[in-house]
Nanobody, 120 residues
């Protein structure tokens, strides 16, 4: 059973930093990993992703401030967020495109989310 558990969210002042972690278990292999966020009343948006080769991409709104990384040996993913703004306030979700076993194809799995609040 594939499980993702996010941690590291919380309350921070504008200009501060937070580091989110995502622990992944139960996968046979992991292709890409993504971090998305959903603010109240808004649609969920993908803010960063990293593929199996380590190539990354970012939403324009976070480029230069957020850094996504992964530790394949530990099945962990991270999102380092700096220069935070009040508009970064949202629930942040980790997801993986992964195979649960050697038989089934790649599927998309999501964590439960972690709340990040940036005060002005």
């Amino acid at each position: 059973q594939v499980q993702l558990v996010e941690s590291g969210g919380g309350l921070v002042q504008a200009g501060g930093s937070l580091r989110l972690s995502c622990a992944v278990s139960g996968t046979f292999s992991i292709n890409a990993i993504g971090w998305s966020r959903q603010a109240p009343g808004k649609q969920r948006e993908l803010v960063a992703d990293i593929n199996s080769g380590g190539s990354t991409s970012y939403a324009d709104s976070v480029k230069g401030r957020f850094t996504i990384s992964r530790d394949n040996a530990k099945n962990m993913a991270y999102l380092q967020m700096s220069s935070l703004k009040p508009e970064d306030t949202a629930v942040y979700y980790c997801n993986v495109w992964a195979r649960p076993n050697f038989v089934e194809p790649v599927k998309d799995y999501w964590g439960q989310g972690t709340q990040d609040t940036v005060s002005s």
